[in-house]
């Protein structure tokens, strides 16, 4: 089975990493912050918007698929579609101390078994991870400045269903997006907030042969999920 628990994609610490790649700020998101959101998880399960990703996504039909779940953070996404059927989940990502959080909570959820593990940048790693039925981006394309590189190589690995969460393209929040990244230059910070093109993200998943067939949207944040046609 494509992903599958022991296909030795897990427990490799080290971040993969090419020259500038985005897992160099991958260490931004520490452990401080994976246990907080941890704890946020733990009281609320999802929050919106990846509630109504996992909905658009089990809508299509999860049961016995594989999934790949890319920048998995706590591991919400990929848990819950695994307690809704799936067989089995890949989860990478590029901040270590996130992929210890989303490991201690399969365990916790009785799923580590069903889970691998990979600490590193997905672009830079993509040609060595199988490709799995459903491909997942939960607010992933906002924190990468290669997001042409990200999306193709990404549903590429897709067999059935895509889907992501990502910024709404708006002029506040574009505004709002550099605000934030000044003051992250100022503070030194190494994250940086990417407002990518609808129009673009949109047209290189249809281009790989996806139509989209559920989205929604809040203030910022869209949702989307595409199926092959």
């Known amino acids: 089975m494509d992903g599958a628990p ?12 090419g020259p ?12 401080r912050q994976a246990r907080r959101e941890l704890a946020t998880y733990r009281r609320r399960g999802p929050d919106q918007t990846t ?44 901040s270590p101390a996130y992929v210890v959080a989303a490991r201690e909570e399969s365990a916790l959820q009785g799923l580590g078994d069903r889970v691998s593990y990979l ?56 505004a709002g997006a550099g605000a934030l990244n000044g003051f992250a230059r100022l503070t030194r910070q190494r994250v940086r907030a990417y407002i990518h093109r609808t129009i673009d993200v949109d047209g290189i998943v249809r281009a790989a042969g996806f139509e989209p067939r559920f989205r929604r949207t809040t203030l910022f944040w869209q949702v989307a999920v595409y199926a092959r046609a």
């Open 51 to 94: 509630s109504w990703l996992i909905d658009g996504l089990v809508a299509r039909g999860v049961t016995g698929l594989t999934v790949l779940d890319i920048g998995a953070g706590v591991g919400a996404v990929h848990l819950q579609l695994l307690k809704d059927g799936a067989a089995s989940a890949t989860d990478v990502d590029g």
């Open 119 to 174: 600490v590193g940048d997905f672009v830079t790693l993509a040609r060595e991870i199988p490709p799995a039925d459903v491909v997942v981006l939960d607010r992933v394309v906002c924190c990468y400045p290669d997001m042409a590189a990200l999306v193709k190589q990404s549903v590429a690995r897709a067999r059935q269903s895509y889907g992501l969460v990502y910024p709404r393209d708006t002029w506040w929040i574009r």
């Open 20 to 31: 500038g790649c985005a897992c160099t700020i991958g260490n931004e998101f520490n452990e």
């Open 6 to 17: 022991g296909d030795g994609l897990e427990d490799d610490p080290r971040p993969a990493c």
